[in-house]
């Protein structure tokens, strides 16, 4: 899970080493919708919300064993 999360929330890499804007990941299309003097916050809360939606079914999906996993490593004996 926590790869998962750390895979899905790179910023820099596709900042840096993606030439054209139609190939960024949805967590960094926010920074599209940032300009020099103003900001779109409606589409940065709609981009968020869309963006955090398949980290949320990933861990509804795997939350047994996750928490499985967690406490199993927890009990001696």
């Keep these: 899970m926590l790869n998962f999360l750390s895979v899905w929330n790179e ?5 840096y080493m993606l030439n054209t804007v139609e ?4 967590t960094l ?3 599209n919708f940032f300009g020099q003097f103003s900001a779109q916050w ?7 919300v869309l963006t955090s939606l398949p980290v949320l079914i990933v ?6 064993y ?6 199993s490593g927890a009990v001696k004996g």
């Design 59 to 64: 861990f509804l999906i795997g939350q047994k």
């Design 42 to 48: 409606n589409l940065v809360s709609a981009d968020i």
């Design 66 to 71: 996750i928490v499985g996993g967690l406490t």
């Design 11 to 15: 910023f820099t890499a596709p900042l």
């Design 29 to 31: 299309a926010v920074y």
């Design 23 to 26: 190939m960024w990941p949805m």
